[in-house]
């Protein structure tokens, strides 16, 4: 998270989703973090980013929009308020994790999900809506052996 907030000064959001989730979240997905969890502490993260100095680009398009008698440090310092509250909000949600996740768990369902586990010697998948998909435990195992559905060839795509 800090990596991200650090990012966030100097990049655009789509550049680090691009950069950090890629490694970090299948990585901490696997260690039992909930993704949904996750995804709004990044989205908050990002959005607190934004509103800080040097480069809080947020901050620039209000600059843009402002009036010329407004001082960029005024706008940065009024930013600071919003900055603490956001900076409370991922530490609620750090705390809490059921502020991002009750949601959507009464959405979708999803009373008992839980990420999988490794145990060692062989992955365990709680029941819950996430249960059907697959876990890519075979990736790199034997294709003659694998449970995973057959990959289709697309031979059969055109009438003979």
């Not at 559905?149 to 795509?157: H, M, R, V, W, Y």
């Amino acid at each position: 998270m800090l990596v991200i907030f650090f990012l966030g000064f100097f990049l655009d959001t789509f550049e680090i989703i691009f950069i950090t989730v890629p490694i970090a979240a299948p990585v901490l997905i696997r260690l039992g973090v909930d993704p949904i969890w996750l995804g709004v502490l990044i989205g908050m993260n990002l959005q607190t980013s934004f509103l800080t100095p040097p480069f809080g680009f947020a901050l620039f398009y209000l600059r843009g929009v402002a009036d010329s008698a407004i001082k960029t440090l005024d706008i940065y310092r009024g930013a600071l308020p919003f900055v603490g509250l956001q900076i409370v909000g991922i530490a609620l949600i750090w705390l809490v994790p059921d502020l991002a996740t009750w949601l959507p768990d009464i959405l979708f369902g999803n009373d008992t999900f839980t990420a999988p586990m490794n145990t060692g010697s062989e992955m365990v998948t709680q029941p819950g809506f996430m249960g059907d998909i697959d876990q890519f435990q075979d990736l790199l195992g034997d294709p003659a052996t694998s449970t995973a559905p057959p990959i289709d060839t697309f031979e059969n795509l055109l009438p003979e």
